[in-house]
């Protein structure tokens, strides 16, 4: 009986401590239930009364598009070929222009240009904005509304309206669309220095690095000719956060790489390096622009906080948001924001981007007026070597001269450079330079 008892007074007094809980928590839904009720009334208003038949599924999901998009840019809902697309454009091929876009002031801004793509041989730059599609105004469309309206058949034509800084009138820009191949990673020599430009963060990248990487070390004759390495990020959108941390663990040999937090304390991630540099602590150097994004800044963050590496150029996008992306019902996905990324010193990307170190500005193209005569360069300047009858020099071998010539040709031509990119040649005259006080007499 006293058991019994005892029982008795657990339950009265279960019930007496739940009670107002119950109702305080039903209070707490009720307003949410009366919404959804408005919902419900609304949709079947729609769908009896619109002045046209409706398609049911177009308008739930266009609804929760909306409830989705409310929220910030990169939240959204994916349809299931959208959803098909995602996942076919992280394996590094896909159609369309070849760029990456987001949402400002209600047009659609592009965030970078994808190398060798459409939209970059149109002439395309990050910070446009796109203002119509065809004629028509993307003004007030969702984001995946207006990348819809772009999309077409490989071969067709697509006219977009541009408005660009410092361009006092909106133009039109007629692209082609095509099949896009991205290469994730790619490779060259200047001088000694190896200059690895990544394009994206796919599957492909990681593997890619490592391969030109070691195409470009065999080139220059082993790791001890190589005076340094420039990882260019420019106009690289992001992708994978996976592959920028393997990416940034390739430089690093221990700490932290980045991390997340969310919502909650236990929605937080910290990613840490494992030992080995794959080329050994030379020195580097990180190129970014307004077009590096997300998984760029992440790596630029992280070298930049370990002074691993000089970050050069001018101020990164600033998206320093995670998406988690969520199989639903019926073959579609949620894109959905979950957290924030840090970089190793604790500071957030998001809406600041990376600081350069250094900010160098890439100058406009030049083009040469008609009728100008072409300067003398020093390059093409006479020297004492030009003359008739000059002495000999007598301090260097045959060898030491020969080795001399070529290492003033590899000079001329990383001057050359200049012209073309004049950022990366400022990185590569960095790691020359710091080559130079690293030699011993």
């Known amino acids: 009986m006293a058991a019994l008892g005892g029982t008795v007074a657990g339950v009265l007094l279960t019930t007496q401590l739940a009670g107002p809980l119950i109702a305080q928590e ?38 929760i598009n909306g409830m989705l998009s409310s929220l910030d840019p990169h939240s959204s809902y994916l349809a299931a070929d959208d959803f098909t697309d995602m996942q076919v454009q992280t394996r590094g091929q896909f159609g369309g222009l ?17 190398d060798d793509t459409p939209a970059d041989k149109a002439g395309i730059k990050a910070g446009d904005f796109i203002t119509h599609v065809n004629g028509e105004s993307v003004l007030g469309l969702t984001l995946d509304a207006a990348v819809d309206m772009m999309r077409g058949e490989v071969g067709s034509e697509i006219i977009i309206t541009v408005v660009r800084e410092g361009v006092a ?75 920028a941390i393997m990416v940034s663990d390739a430089f690093i040999e221990k700490g932290e790489i980045v991390s997340t937090r969310g919502r909650s304390a236990q929605d937080g991630e910290r990613f840490n390096a494992e030992p080995g540099d794959m080329i050994g602590g030379k020195p580097m150097v990180v190129l970014i622009n307004g077009g590096s994004a997300s998984a760029s800044e992440i790596v630029a963050g992280a070298l930049q906080d370990h002074r691993r ?36 010193s604790g500071r957030s990307i998001q809406a600041l981007g990376i ?87």
């Open 26 to 63: 039903a209070g707490k839904q009720s307003p949410v239930y009366e919404q959804l009720d408005l919902f419900g009334d609304i949709f079947e208003r729609i769908r009896a009364q619109y002045v046209e038949e409706v398609d049911s599924k177009k308008l739930i999901e266009a609804a």
């Open 98 to 114: 070849g760029i990456e876009v987001t949402q400002e002031e209600g047009f659609i801004k592009v965030v970078s240009p994808m």
């Open 169 to 243: 009138d909106p133009f039109d820009v007629s692209i082609i669309r095509d099949t896009i191949k991205l290469t994730a990673v790619k490779g060259r020599v200047v001088g000694d220095t190896v200059v690895l430009r990544l394009t994206t963060f796919n599957d492909q990248t990681f593997p890619g690095l490592e391969a030109e990487l070691k195409k470009a070390v065999e080139e220059l004759g082993g790791m001890d000719k190589v005076n340094g390495l420039v990882l260019d990020l420019r106009n690289n959108p992001g992708g994978l956060l996976n592959q």
């Open 309 to 344: 590496a000089i970050v050069v150029g001018t101020k990164s996008f600033g998206k320093g948001s995670v998406q988690s992306v969520i199989p639903l019902r019926g073959d579609g996905a949620m894109r959905l924001t979950t957290a924030r990324y840090y970089t190793p």
């Open 355 to 441: 600081s350069p170190d250094i900010v160098v500005n890439q100058p406009a193209a030049k083009v040469a007026e008609e009728g100008t005569e072409e300067a003398v360069t020093e390059d093409k300047a006479r020297g004492e070597a030009d003359l008739r009858g000059i002495l000999s020099n007598d301090s260097m071998t045959e060898d030491e001269k020969r080795q001399y010539q070529e290492e003033q040709e590899k000079a001329a031509e990383a001057a050359k450079m200049r012209d073309e990119d004049y950022q990366l040649a400022y990185a590569v005259d960095i790691l020359k330079g710091a080559a130079a006080i690293a030699v011993k007499p």
